[in-house]
């Protein structure tokens, strides 16, 4: 048993309804008490959805828990198979129902000896694996189900398409701006005279995904969702893939110059010439996107060395370190992602661009370490950002859990040229808004708060402070306050000294590097 | 159309929308300011409760996970040991007065015996664990509080005899005789012994006991009452009443095992029902109840301008929070008509007195009486909206957004069970609610009749 407030991430079945859900007319049972189907809540309010959530639950009751299901799921799948003429019925089990053990596979397979569209049992963990890994896992086994399908019925279709197309692996429903980075990338894609040849699972129709082989390669921009599915395709289609999301300029072009790789295997065939990007690249960075110019401009020159928190899914996570660092010269004291199943690769991935890299689904521990840190702003959750209200540090949302928040109409990609000049905009913002709020403490004006003391859980050190030490203090402005005060009496301890003069501070301050 | 048909109960598939009743703590952590409630149950129990409670999450609340983790689920771990190291925690860090252990589904499939641990942790810990099983196997939303009060009952005081009770204070009357005042208002008490049941905010508890002593009866006790421990004291003699109808398990209890006299009335919810429920409860006291019918006048004068956009206009009531009688009796009488009453569970005996004040109601009004759909199906009851068109659903939030979209106005049911809506005088926030949807201007979509994206079917 764990004592848990909180969670990042969410329960498996989450991951596997929304991908069900996110492909066209296919429908979900889940197999579940009453309330379970709170992802109907979810994705009806948060993403202002406006047609009914195609999941529905086979009710798990007390009848059922005395004699079994029975014919109660059998009857439900045919029932959702006559009234809305599904092409595809995922059934779906949740933690509750798992644990009952009822031999599901068995109600699939009645099922769909009645029914007309195919019947699926989402073959998931809900004790091993969360939505993340659910949503990718599921992805997979639908992805696999149908090119299987295909490939019995000799349906399937292997021939490349005449000129280079790509599918992009990863779009869903509930996805952190998954609707305005599809919308960019397929900009981009467009603008490298690339096709979409399909997008999964958002919109896409289960018959179509015969048809997923025809592209020349598979982009996956999220590592999240879609990397399992990707791997199969390259293992048993040969087709490439790019799992290395364009989140920032850098990334952006290192993203077309793999593209440019792929399409090259074929291009002198299909096309009769090789590409080249590099003036499509140059052309964008320099003018279609601000963000190169602004990290260049003097707003920017403010932000260097100054500290950030950065923490959220692995794939978010690495990719605004790697903006901030590179592309704008902040430092980022640490990266940190609740995505422990990809921790390796995320090591990897923020190696040498950060003081401490923090890997955990506990959200007190993010909390205590950025309390510890104090930088100038945090990229995080919501987590964080209500992290950042409780001590006065500016939060920028970078990833999910998400939020009615992160739902805006307004176009606002986090991927390609579009999305680098959003995230310019987000940094910006967090860190000048700090400065904002603290301007008056630097004027010493309006103090009335007193001396910043508010550590989360940070061990306080009991030292004394005289009073013309403390006045001095509460003269350094609000945002370093705190760890001035910190540094003081860690100096103080260091050296046995008992009570903190104005001088032990300065003598602090000429030791420390501040 | 004929009036005086009898009312129709209908029980459908039972596959609809509703919050999980473990949802109750939201609401009763904040009630019983010194408690701590620990649900013992999955990842799916806790992603719930932070995605339906929102921002209270981050106002580190008094409530919590214990997390089942496979090891719980196979029984490699001990529960007990489990338990107990868990509850330290939560008493070394918030110290309440008492921890609520709630139950879920996976906590009764794996038959983890809480009910037998607890007493064990109980006197270990030196803090009452209380427990209730709100689980969605057994229960819809609401109920969850029901099944949280049944368990307090167990906690309440032994109410002693007023006859003994009289002859204690009389020795304590001698004692201190000073403050006469004192003795006669104890008095008054001890003969008209009432506790009310249901978590109310306190401000609107305090209503209904103003209410309630404009005539002469005093509320000797609430449960839940504030903190822990100021339970009421129950006990033969003690008469209870109901403010919510959706308790009927704690009625049972405090009549069955507390050996109480339970008051059978209609709700206080709208002037209408506000009045019957003080009618009924003061003629149980043998008390000529006055000056009702003014106040209730008053009311329905007050709201004039609400009740004016209801007439006429005709609700569908999807269903989901035990409280659609109630509200649908009160809107029948501002005129609305009403399709049809969809409820998850359907007490006959505890709500007796609210349905045959509905029936009343409607023969008054003049309207239809309603179709009372218990265990209703949400995709046959989107069917019938579409034949009926109603002006107005009251629905949970996984179809509101989409009706909205068909050009179906809706308001979400969840807020009623969070609004302030009992006693006469917050009859203008239910009043306020249900027009909310009514009074927005039509209008600036004239073009698209429907602006749902689904081009065939539903």
């Known amino acids: 048993m764990k004592l848990a407030y909180w969670m990042y991430a969410g329960p498996a079945h989450i991951g596997t309804l929304r991908v069900a859900s996110s492909f066209r007319n296919v429908h979900a049972i889940m197999h579940a008490p009453l309330g379970d189907d709170h992802f109907n809540v979810m994705r009806s309010m948060s993403e202002r959805e406006r047609d009914f959530t195609p999941v529905t639950a086979s009710v798990v009751d007390r009848h059922v828990l005395a004699r079994g299901s029975r014919d109660k799921v059998v009857n439900n799948i045919s029932r959702k198979d006559e009234e809305q003429r599904p092409d595809s019925i995922v059934l779906t089990p949740t933690c509750t129902s798992s644990i009952l053990q009822e031999d599901l596979q068995n109600f699939v397979d009645r099922a769909s000896l009645y029914s007309e569209s195919d019947v699926i049992l989402a073959d998931v963990n809900h004790y091993r694996v969360n939505e993340l890994q659910a949503s990718d896992k599921t992805l997979d086994q639908i992805v696999r189900y149908f090119l299987n399908k295909a490939r019995e019925e000799g349906s399937s279709n292997r021939s490349l398409t005449d000129m280079p197309s790509a599918n992009i692996i990863g779009i869903s429903t509930s996805g952190f701006h998954n609707q305005h980075d599809c919308r960019e990338l397929k900009r981009l894609l467009g603008e490298l005279g690339i096709s979409i040849n399909q997008i999964i699972p958002e919109g896409e129709f289960l018959r179509n995904l015969k048809d997923l082989p025809r592209a020349w390669f598979n982009v996956v921009p999220y590592r999240e969702m879609g990397l399992m599915a990707a791997t199969f395709l390259e293992k048993e289609y040969g087709m490439p893939f790019i799992s290395k999301p364009p989140i920032g300029l850098l990334n952006t072009a290192n993203f077309v110059a793999r593209i440019e790789k792929l399409v090259n295997l074929w291009a002198s065939v299909s096309l009769g010439k090789e590409v080249n990007y590099d003036l499509y690249v140059e052309n964008q960075t320099k003018f279609v996107s601000q963000a190169a110019w602004f990290s260049k401009s003097i707003d920017c020159q403010n932000l260097a060395g100054k500290e950030a928190a950065v923490s959220g899914d692995a794939t978010h996570a690495a990719s605004i370190t790697k903006i901030l660092v590179k592309e704008m010269g902040i430092r980022v004291s640490c990266a940190g992602t609740y995505c422990k199943h990809d921790a390796e690769r995320f090591n990897e991935q923020v190696q040498g661009l950060c003081d401490e890299v923090i890997i955990t689904e506990d959200h007190t521990e993010i909390g205590n370490m950025i309390a510890r840190i104090e930088p100038s702003a945090i990229f995080g959750t919501q987590m964080e950002r209500h992290i950042g209200k409780r001590i006065d540090i500016p939060c920028g949302v970078i990833s999910s859990p998400v939020h009615i928040q992160n739902f805006p109409p307004g176009y606002r990609p986090f991927l390609g040229y579009e999305g680098s000049n959003q995230i310019s905009d987000l940094v910006y913002n967090s860190f000048n808004l700090g400065m904002e709020d603290h301007l008056p403490d630097v004027f010493g004006g309006h103090d009335t708060k007193g001396v910043n003391t508010k550590p989360l859980s940070v061990d306080r050190i009991n030292i004394n402070w005289s009073p013309k030490a403390e006045s001095e203090l509460r003269k350094i402005p609000g945002f370093v306050r705190g760890k001035i005060r910190r540094n003081t009496e860690f100096f103080a301890k260091q050296n046995n000294i008992s009570e903190i003069t104005v001088d032990v501070m300065y003598a602090a301050k000429e030791k420390s590097s501040f | ?458």
């Open chain 2, 1 to 458: 159309m004929k009036t005086s048909e009898t009312l129709a109960f209908e029980c459908e598939t039972g596959n609809y929308h509703t919050f999980c009743p473990i949802s109750c703590v939201a609401w009763l952590y904040q009630k019983i300011e010194d408690s701590f409630f620990l649900v013992v149950g999955t990842k799916t129990c806790g992603y719930f409760l932070q995605n339906a409670l929102g921002v209270t999450i981050f106002a580190e609340p008094r409530y919590a996970m214990a997390e089942l983790e496979e090891g719980d689920i196979s029984a490699k771990l001990n529960d007990q040991r489990e338990l107990e190291r868990i509850c330290l925690q939560i008493k070394n860090d918030r110290n309440p007065c008492v921890i609520f252990w709630i139950g879920t589904c996976t906590t009764e499939i794996i038959k983890m015996d809480l009910e037998g641990i607890a007493p064990i942790l109980e006197k270990r810990l030196g803090i009452p664990i209380v427990v209730a099983r709100a689980n969605g196997l057994d229960y819809a939303f609401t109920q969850g509080e029901d099944t949280v009060l049944a368990a307090m009952a167990h906690r309440c005081p032994e109410y002693k005899h007023y006859a003994e009770q009289e002859s204690i204070e009389h020795a304590t009357l001698v004692k201190n005789s000073s403050n006469s005042k004192d003795i006669s208002q104890k008095k008054v008490l001890t003969k008209s012994n009432l506790v009310l049941f249901g978590s109310l905010p306190s401000s609107v508890a305090s209503q209904l006991n103003l209410e309630l002593k404009r005539q002469s009866v005093p509320v000797s006790g609430w449960l839940p009452s504030q903190r822990y421990n100021e339970l009421p004291h129950l006990g033969k003699g003690v008469y209870v009443c109901g403010v919510n109808p959706f308790l009927s398990r704690t009625a049972t209890t405090l009549m069955r095992r507390r050996k109480c006299q339970l008051v059978g009335a209609p709700f206080p919810i709208g002037p209408d029902g506000t009045r019957a429920w003080i009618e009924k409860i003061c003629s149980i006291f043998n008390i000529k109840a006055e000056g009702l019918e003014e106040r209730e006048n008053q009311i329905w004068k007050k709201n004039k301008d609400y009740i004016q956009i209801l007439g006429g206009k005709s609700v569908f009531f999807m269903g989901d929070n035990l409280l659609e009688v109630s509200i649908a009796r009160f809107l029948i009488r501002c005129g609305m008509t009403v399709y049809e009453i969809g409820i998850p569970y359907m007490d006959k005996r505890y709500q007796s007195a609210e349905l045959s004040f509905l029936q009343h109601t409607c023969e008054k009004m003049k309207k239809p009486s309603p179709r009372i759909v218990e265990k209703p199906d949400n995709y046959s009851q989107v069917q019938r909206m579409h034949e009926l068109k109603p002006h107005l659903a009251i629905t949970g939030m996984a179809h509101a957004n989409p009706l909205e979209a068909r050009n179906i106005d809706t308001k979400w049911s969840v807020e009623f069970t969070f609004a302030q809506i009992h006693g006469s005088s917050n009859a203008r926030d239910v009043l306020e609610l249900v027009t909310r949807p009514l009074r927005r201007k039509d209008g600036f979509t004239s073009n698209s009749r429907s602006l749902s994206k689904q081009t065939l079917g539903n």
